[in-house]
């Protein structure tokens, strides 16, 4: 399929197969265009098993339907924001504005709805550097197998996330700045805790804790 005289392969080449890549491209591929999603990840490997929070009104502006099943680690009814010296600063109840999911069963069924689309879907495909020619874009070279493949399109999306496989491979005249700053550096921390069921049990009966409840942690970065 690939022409090295200059041929396009795809209206649409998007590098980066996770919610914004695959909701892109479903889109694109509705509206009748040829698209080609790339990723390093194979099918069954799409996306981190991290929970993420996504605002419940996404959902219908975007036309995906409302996780459900396992999609949802927990449905929280009360979220306690501490500060970073541990000390209990608010409590949140009532309906919540966002809905926590599993981001890689997230992403695999957005991927799924792109593919039933019509876009095409190239797992194992790792973005190296975009082609350029005559200071315009024309595609992304990917490595695949231990090889390198060449692919050309009208449109180049950069979908891969803060790695910026794409853009960061762009010159400098081309106008297209990505700095690192360390403004921009959020830490994050996962930790796992043993609980002592009888005091949980007690603290829940005194109404200081809940079941089905969120403990957030704000640290001097957010």
Same mark, same amino acid.
């Given at each position: 399929?690939h022409d090295t005289a200059g041929a396009y392969e ?52 975007? $036309?995906?339907?409302?996780?459900? &099943?396992? /999609?949802? +680690?927990?449905?929280?009814?009360? #979220?306690?924001?501490?500060?970073? @010296? ?36 190239h797992g194992g495909h790792k973005a190296v550097e ?19 493949r060449e692919v050309r399109a009208k449109i180049t ?11 960061? $491979?762009?010159?400098?005249?081309? &106008?297209? /700045?990505? +700095?690192?700053?360390?403004?921009? #550096?959020?830490?994050?921390?996962? @930790? ?31």
């Amino acid at each position: 399929m690939h022409d090295t005289a200059g041929a396009y392969e795809f209206d649409v080449l998007i590098a980066g197969a996770g919610p914004g890549g695959a909701l892109m491209a479903r889109d694109l591929a509705r509206a009748g265009f040829s698209v080609g999603l790339f990723d390093d990840a194979g099918e069954d490997t799409l996306g981190k098993r991290i929970i993420i929070e996504i605002e419940n009104a996404v959902f219908p502006k975007t $036309g995906v339907a409302f996780p459900a &099943g396992d /999609e949802v +680690p927990y449905h929280a009814r009360r #979220v306690q924001i501490f500060s970073c @010296r541990r000390r209990r600063v608010f409590t949140i109840e009532g309906e919540f504005p966002a809905v926590s999911v599993y981001l890689d069963c997230f992403s695999r069924k957005l991927l799924g709805e792109a593919v039933a689309a019509g876009a095409k879907f190239h797992g194992g495909h790792k973005a190296v550097e975009p082609i350029i020619e005559s200071g315009v874009v024309k595609g992304a070279v990917f490595e695949t197998g231990g090889s390198r493949r060449e692919v050309r399109a009208k449109i180049t999306v950069d979908a891969t996330g803060f790695s910026a496989a794409l853009v960061r $491979g762009l010159p400098e005249d081309m &106008g297209i /700045e990505f +700095p690192d700053r360390k403004s921009d #550096v959020v830490l994050a921390e996962n @930790r796992f805790h043993e609980i002592d069921e009888p005091a949980a049990r007690e603290a829940v009966s005194q109404g200081r804790d809940g079941d089905e409840e969120v403990w957030n942690r704000l640290s001097v970065h957010g």
